[in-house]
Every structure is written in structure tokens, then in C-alpha cells.
């Protein structure tokens, strides 16, 4: 508690310029009293205005008062320095090249607290005192400390801007106002700072909302973020489970065919060398029975040859040579060629698996999707390489140009059967299915094309594309464009043209079909919801004739 009264007592004998104890105090005629050096300097530049004031309470005086030292104040503060009391004022925050200083401070400057935006003036804490203890400064506006206090003088007639010209909106003062800028619209900077506030928290409000919008679709995104993650750890897994039992049901046949093959082996092996002890046998009998010929052969004695010729004994029954089958060198040939197959159509069946899994992979179009494309370069962004699949083709349909083109045929043509070929109309899908944002063209030539895109389960028989809930197709012929999807069509409209574009938003939803020329025309748009991945379709319409043409161009 004593250390506070010292405390005190240094701030009563401070001045509040400098804010060190006072030195040669002066008493000016307001009471307040000061350094006489500091008041000095302070009214040495006053002198220009020939008003002086006090700083703490503003009172003026005119002319300059006398100044002479209280010799009580001095004796007083000489009695406190004996106190122990540090001549330098502790812990006081100066001001460095950044801060804004205070005006009235002399020497070292300390830092501002508030600004006046009355007085144009920044004062420290000590300096700031008045403002909150006389009356005198009641309606002065404190702010924030600031070193642009001047840019509020009008240089022109060194006034305050206290109005603001909303013809040339710009801040200016009274006197502008009835000057240069005499018949503007002019309002007070108050007034128009109440417009502005009110705009600006329009703007704050909208920018909040807007914020609050953001936040909430990056929790969305999140949210997707993890479902995207969860739902491609269960994929891997269930998908490594899936292939360790394909790879241990591969293994599986592998041993079954290797086992079977080996057990065929040695069933032929031993059938060989029962046959070939057989024969072994024989020769050696036909051997020793030509050495018994030989040697009566060779018995010079015609009566002992006579004797002895019916004593030998007959030759035993020969193998009969035309049983043993001597086959090339295939006897396993048709187990590869079989295994071969089976990998082939496994391989088939990978590679057309494998492209629709790259073409299904989940695409994060989430809430921050990008707008449809407006120019063909826009389109060719997205553009893909779509091919025809031949086993889907009906058999009147050639396909050419790596199964991108096909063309109307006037004779079936040799293709295998298969449960995917269309049997009913001269239609084909594509291999690959579409997922995603896709775009690809069609260049027709003859009677014309149907241009498609269908679910893979449509009906093979008997169903047109168009015709039915599971696809969609744009019907072009040489004056006309319609539009089918579920038996209903729409007439279209626009400039005719051999080659159409096809964009697909699977995710959004959105199927557009375009002329494309020069310059590409929308023909139509649908906006409906995909459940299935599609795929490309065409059909040559029952009114072409052989050697029409309908092919996916070739884009990239």
C-alpha cells in the first residue's frame, strides 16, 4: 500500500508531457502545471497561431503567459527524489517506426492510445486524460490510433472534411462545399457514412451468409470425403477378397488340369510300354528263331537238313502292326489350346470388367461442380474414345475403322451368337460405358441414324432405341430431328448437319445433343436422373439402305 501512495504521488508531481517528474515546475494560469522547458517548446510552436493552450484542458490564452518557476512544486519534488523515486518514468511503451505516436509528447514519444478525430491530435494515455475528465472535450470522437489524421484536412482550404460530394464522391469540407463543388449533391460525410454503414452491412451480411453457406459445403464435402474413403476401403477389400478367390479358384483348376494331365500320361505311358515290352519280346523270339534257321542253313548234310527241318518249331502269331496308332506329336495339344481359350475369354473379360471399372470411378463433382461446356473446345475437354462392340451388333451391320464405324449391309454377316446381339433392329452399343462427364460425334451418311444412349440391360429382340424407358435417342433424317425417350417423341428444331455431339453429365443428369458444323446448335437437352452406367448407341433406321454410315469420329 505504500509502494501505491509513492506510485501516486510520482504521477501528481509528473508532467504530463514529458511525463517525468517535473523540472523548474511552472504553474500556467489554468493551474495546471509543467516543466517550464516542456511548456516552452510546446507553445514555441503555438507562436505561428498566437493561441496558446493548455495541453491537458485546451484552455487558451492570449497573449502568451509569463512563465515563472513554483519554487514549492520544486522544493516538493526535490523532497520526493529523496523518497527514492527514479527520475525516468518506468515502464512506459515508447513508440517505434510503426506505432503511432503521440502528438504532444516531446523528446522520446510514447505510443497513442486513441486518436481525436475532433482535434486531429493522437494522445498517449497520459495526454489522453483531459478528454475524459473535462467537459470541454465531451463531443470529441476517439478512435483508434492513426497516422492518416491529416488526410481529414482539406489542403486546399485547411479545414476539417466534414462533407462528402457524391457527384464526385470524394470527402470534402464547408468550404468546398460552396466553392468547386457548389450544385453537387452534397451531404454531410455523417450522412453518408450512415448510407455506406448500411451498405456495408448489407455486404457483411450477405458475405456472413455466404460463409455460413461455404462452411456448410465444406462439411458436406467432408461428409463426402469420408464416405469416398469408406467406400473405397470396403472396395479394396471385398475386392482383394474377391481376387484371392479367384486366384486360389485358378489355382484350384491349374492343379486339377496338371493332375489330370498326369494321370492321362501314365495311363498312356504304361499302355506304350506294355505294347513295347510286347514287341521286345517278339524280337528277341524272331531273333533267336533266324539264328536256329541260320545255322540249318548252313548244315552242309542234305539228309541231316531234311531231319532236322520239321523239328522247329513255329514262328508265334505277330502284333499285328496296325494297331499301334502312332499319332504326331499332339497328344496334349487340344488341353493348351482348350486352357489357351480359357484364357483368352478371361482376358476379354478383364479387359472389357476392367474398362468399366475406370470408367465408373467415383468423381467428386460435389456442390463446386463445373458449368456445362459452352464452346466445342469446352467439349472436347471431356471428349472420349468409344468403340462399337461386336457382339452387340445385328448381323446386317458391318463394323470397321477399329469397330467405330458401322455400315448397313445387304447380306447378314458371319457373327458368332451371342445373348448381347440385337436380333430385332439394325442396332449396335458401345464397349464402354459411360460414366461421369463424356462427350463424343457421330458422322452419318444415307437415310438416316438414330443416336443413342441406353441402359446395357435393354431388351435385345425386339426393342428400338427410344422406345422404351432404358434409352434415349435423337432421330436424325435428311430434313428433320426428333427426340424419343419411352415411346413419346418431340420434334426438334435447328440447322441440319451430318455429324451430331452427344454430352453426358451421368452425375447430374444431364444428356444434350448438338449440330454440329462450324459453329455447334443445341438441338435438345434432357435433365433427369441415370441409374445404371449407359452406353453409346446407334441405330441405322429401317428406312436406310446398304452403305449407310454411322461412326464415332475419332476426336483426340
Known amino acids: 500500500m505504500a509502494q501505491k501512495g509513492v506510485q501516486l504521488d510520482r504521477e501528481t508531481f509528473s508532467c504530463c508531457i514529458c511525463l517525468d517528474l517535473l523540472k523548474d515546475p511552472v504553474a500556467i494560469p489554468c493551474g495546471h502545471s509543467y516543466c517550464m522547458i516542456c511548456i516552452k517548446s510546446f507553445w514555441d510552436e503555438e507562436d505561428e497561431k498566437k493561441i496558446h493552450s493548455c495541453p491537458q484542458c485546451r484552455q487558451t490564452f492570449t497573449p502568451r503567459p509569463v512563465l515563472v518557476k513554483n519554487t514549492m512544486l520544486a522544493v516538493l519534488v526535490e523532497e520526493l527524489k529523496k523518497t527514492g523515486l527514479q527520475a525516468a518514468p518506468a515502464n512506459h511503451c515508447y513508440a517505434g517506426p510503426e506505432d503511432v505516436a503521440c502528438d504532444v509528447c516531446t523528446g522520446r514519444k510514447l505510443k497513442a492510445a486513441k486518436s481525436c478525430l475532433v482535434c486531429l491530435v493522437s494522445y498517449c494515455e497520459k495526454h489522453l486524460q483531459p478528454h475524459f475528465q473535462s467537459p470541454a472535450f465531451e463531443k470529441h470522437k476517439l478512435g483508434e490510433p492513426s497516422k492518416k489524421l491529416q488526410e481529414n484536412i482539406c489542403s486546399r482550404h485547411d479545414e476539417v472534411m466534414k462533407m462528402f460530394c457524391r457527384t464526385d464522391q470524394q470527402c470534402i469540407c464547408y468550404l468546398c462545399s460552396v466553392d468547386e463543388h457548389k450544385g453537387h449533391d452534397t451531404v454531410s460525410a455523417a450522412a453518408e457514412r450512415t448510407e455506406r454503414q448500411r451498405e456495408l452491412q448489407l455486404s457483411r451480411q450477405n458475405i456472413q451468409q455466404r460463409i455460413q453457406d461455404r462452411e456448410k459445403d465444406v462439411k458436406l464435402l467432408q461428409q463426402e470425403v469420408e464416405a469416398i474413403n469408406g467406400s473405397a476401403d470396403k472396395a479394396v477389400e471385398h475386392s482383394e477378397k474377391i481376387f484371392t478367390q479367384l486366384i486360389r ?28 515290352e510286347k514287341l521286345e519280346q517278339e524280337i528277341t523270339e524272331l531273333t533267336r528263331k533266324d539264328a536256329e534257321l541260320k545255322q540249318l542253313s548252313h548244315t552242309e548234310d542234305h539228309t541231316q537238313f531234311l531231319h532236322n527241318y520239321p523239328s522247329l518249331s513255329p514262328l508265334s502269331q505277330s502284333t499285328d502292326s496296325s494297331s499301334i496308332n502312332i499319332r504326331p506329336l499332339r497328344y496334349f495339344e487340344d488341353v493348351t489350346a482348350a486352357v489357351s481359350e480359357l484364357r483368352d475369354k478371361l482376358q476379354d473379360i478383364l479387359r472389357e470388367t476392367w474398362t468399366n471399372i475406370s470408367l465408373t470411378e467415383t468423381q467428386v463433382d460435389v456442390l463446386l461442380s463445373q458449368p456445362e461446356p459452352k464452346t466445342r473446345a469446352d467439349f472436347l475437354r471431356y471428349s472420349q474414345e468409344i468403340t462399337l462392340d461386336p457382339n452387340t451388333a445385328h448381323t446386317r451391320l458391318l463394323l470397321s475403322e477399329g469397330n467405330r464405324k458401322a455400315t448397313a449391309m445387304d447380306q447378314p454377316q458371319s457373327y458368332s451368337s451371342d445373348p448381347d446381339r440385337f436380333t430385332g433392329w439394325w442396332q449396335v452399343l458401345s464397349r464402354e460405358s459411360l460414366t461421369g462427364r463424356c462427350y463424343w460425334e457421330v458422322e452419318w451418311r444415307g437415310g438416316g441414324v438414330n443416336v443413342a444412349v441406353a441402359y446395357k440391360n435393354i431388351n435385345r429382340a425386339g426393342s428400338v432405341f427410344g422406345q422404351n424407358d432404358k434409352s434415349w435417342a435423337l432421330s436424325c433424317n435428311q430434313n428433320s430431328y426428333e427426340f424419343w425417350f419411352n415411346k413419346i417423341n418431340t420434334p426438334v428444331s435447328g440447322p441440319h448437319s451430318s455429324r451430331v455431339g452427344v454430352y453426358l453429365d451421368h452425375r447430374a443428369g444431364i444428356l444434350s445433343f448438338y449440330s454440329v458444323s462450324e459453329t455447334m446448335t443445341l438441338l435438345h437437352r434432357v435433365q433427369t436422373t441415370f441409374t445404371q452406367p449407359l452406353h453409346a448407341g446407334l441405330w441405322l433406321c429401317s428406312g436406310c439402305v446398304p452403305g449407310d454410315t454411322a461412326e464415332l469420329c475419332k476426336l483426340k
Open 249 to 276: 479358384l485358378m489355382e484350384k483348376r491349374s492343379s486339377d488340369v496338371k493332375q489330370q494331365i498326369r494321370s492321362q500320361q501314365e495311363t498312356e505311358v504304361s499302355g506304350v510300354k506294355e505294347l513295347q
